[in-house]
């Protein structure tokens, strides 16, 4: 139990750790001036596959539970 809650609270603090790596190295306010840098995760993208998997699970979860 202590090796699966190990397991997602590392991935947890691996996106944490992406997120403010990203939001820092393309924020013009930390680098104080306009830079265009890469991020790590394109996060519009992310952002809909995230909303398709919640979207997609909310169907299925329908169909089962209206049989």
């Not at 590392?10 to 944490?16: P, Y």
């Amino acid at each position: 139990m202590q090796t699966f809650l190990g397991m997602i609270l590392g991935a947890l603090l691996l996106v944490a750790g992406v997120y403010i790596h990203d939001t820092m190295s393309t924020s013009t306010v930390a680098n104080d001036q306009a830079q265009t840098g890469r991020t790590i995760v394109n996060w519009d993208v992310a952002s809909n596959d995230w909303n398709a998997v919640k979207a997609r699970a909310h169907e299925d979860w329908s169909r089962l539970s209206s049989k």
